[in-house]
């Protein structure tokens, strides 16, 4: 008998987590840490939708059928493949329904343990926006462009301090320069799942530090209910030396390439003006 768990009994429960919704969906946001396993593509999924509407939910499951029938011992295979040595598999879709379902029915028929997410990811999103609006002890550190803050944090946490670092999660060092050298942002969702993971991962009765940052870190957007906590919280300002600050900047950014350094020069002048720039 499969069974179905809540958000939180599922996240605690360990094993490979796999997300068969489609990839366009898994690309949007997925809950950290999961493989995509789409029972449907992006198109397929869109096409048993619109029969679904137009014609009903027969008509919709025999297409469904139709579609990911040839590929079932694929499906099994692939599932296998990311199974431990008699790990329990997690598996959900978007809203709990006929997709993972499906899926528990297949590993089942091929001897694999699983567990379905009770409400699938759209029940991670509501436990998600309860897990962010969690009181908690915040401290933020600021400081000047070059400052060294999150050389700072890092030291901090080797120190045994918590830390969020919302610029490693977001792929972006905050400044205009600060997407240079950076892998590609994730969507703001996504980032909103990383930071509930990484909120989950610290006790709630310590003090968390955080980088002092504006409501966006590059193209990816805080949460508003933790930049509310950090608008409330207290800030530590480092200060540096101007020579100081140069030296790290130049070490930090001096060997991405001079085009890149260019265009984020002029992004800076729209709102510092030219002659400041």
Same mark, same amino acid.
């Given at each position: 008998m499969v069974r179905?768990? &809540?958000?939180?009994?599922?996240?605690?429960?360990?094993?490979p987590l796999l997300d068969?919704?489609?990839?366009?969906?898994?690309?949007?946001?997925?809950?950290p840490g999961a493989h995509n396993l789409p029972l449907f593509?992006?198109?397929?999924?869109?096409?048993?939708? =619109?029969?679904?509407?137009?014609?009903?939910?027969?008509?919709?499951?025999?297409?469904?059928?139709?579609?990911?029938g040839p590929r079932l011992a694929v499906l099994a295979e692939q599932a296998a493949?990311?199974?431990?040595?008699?790990?329990?598999?997690?598996? +959900?879709?978007?809203?709990?329904?006929?997709? &993972?379902?499906s899926t528990a029915w297949l590993l089942e028929t091929y001897d694999l343990s699983c567990t379905l997410l009770?409400?699938?990811?759209k029940a991670f999103r509501r436990w998600l926006r309860q897990a962010l609006a969690r009181s908690q002890p915040v401290v933020l550190l600021g400081g000047h462009t070059?400052?060294?803050? =999150?050389?700072?944090? +890092?030291?901090?946490r080797s120190a045994g301090a918590q830390v969020l670092d919302l610029e490693r999660l977001a792929h972006h060092r905050g400044s205009s320069f600060g997407g240079i050298g950076q892998p590609r942002q994730p969507t703001t969702e996504q980032f909103e799942n990383e930071i509930a993971m990484a909120l989950r991962a610290v006790s709630p009765h310590r003090v968390l530090w955080i980088e002092a940052e504006s409501v966006q870190v590059g193209?990816?957007?805080?949460?508003?209910?933790?930049?509310?906590?950090?608008?409330?919280?207290?800030l530590v300002e480092l200060q540096r030396p101007d020579h100081e600050r140069l030296d790290h900047l130049l070490a930090t950014y001096g060997a991405m390439p001079r085009q890149e350094l260019v265009?984020? =020069?002029?992004r800076i002048g729209k709102r510092l003006g030219p002659q400041r720039t």
């Open positions: 179905s768990l &809540s958000c939180d009994h599922f996240l605690k429960a360990g094993g068969v919704r489609s990839p366009g969906e898994f690309a949007r946001g997925h809950i593509s992006d198109q397929e999924r869109a096409g048993v939708g =619109t029969l679904y509407k137009h014609q009903g939910r027969r008509a919709a499951v025999r297409r469904g059928l139709e579609l990911v493949a990311l199974a431990e040595a008699d790990a329990n598999l997690r598996v +959900h879709c978007w809203r709990g329904g006929l997709r &993972s379902s009770e409400g699938g990811y070059g400052s060294g803050k =999150t050389d700072v944090l +890092h030291a901090l193209c990816c957007r805080i949460p508003p209910e933790l930049f509310h906590q950090m608008q409330q919280a207290p265009e984020a =020069t002029r």
